[in-house]
């Protein structure tokens, strides 16, 4: 089995920005509060399908490039940041996301539609 999920990679230059917020997040913060992700799994998750049958991932594969075929090109851009449950007890960061958030959400849509067989 193997656990998937279905996520766009971050360029460097937002991962950078992001790794520079949460070295600022970690200074204010006491140790252990908050579990820190590191920079090269920061990611957008569109889907999380659990555990999965290796050999599916090919099927999955091919539900992928369907899902994406039906989607225009689109450009996204980070935009704001925050924390859960307050900033004096964090215990999620997030960042934003703006820009062709329609088409995020056809994509995610899409996805969702296409991979429904796992997850």
């Known amino acids: ?3 998937l999920f279905i996520a766009i990679l971050l360029p460097e230059e937002i991962k950078a920005r992001l790794a520079a917020s ?7 913060t006491s140790g252990g509060v908050v579990r820190w992700t590191p920079l090269e799994q920061m990611h957008l998750t569109l889907r999380f399908l659990g555990d ?4 599916s991932v090919p099927a999955i594969v091919e539900a992928l490039h369907r899902a994406a075929a ?3 090109p689109f450009a996204l851009r980070a ?6 449950p307050d900033a004096r007890r964090p215990r999620v960061l997030w960042a ?7 088409a995020l959400h056809n994509l995610q849509g899409r996805i969702a539609a296409e991979t429904a067989p796992w997850g």
């Open 1 to 3: 089995m193997w656990r």
């Open 22 to 28: 949460q070295r600022s997040w970690q200074r204010r």
């Open 52 to 55: 999965v049958p290796e050999e």
């Open 70 to 72: 039906t989607v225009a």
């Open 79 to 84: 935009s704001g940041l925050g924390c859960f």
């Open 96 to 102: 934003g996301v703006a820009g062709g958030l329609t």
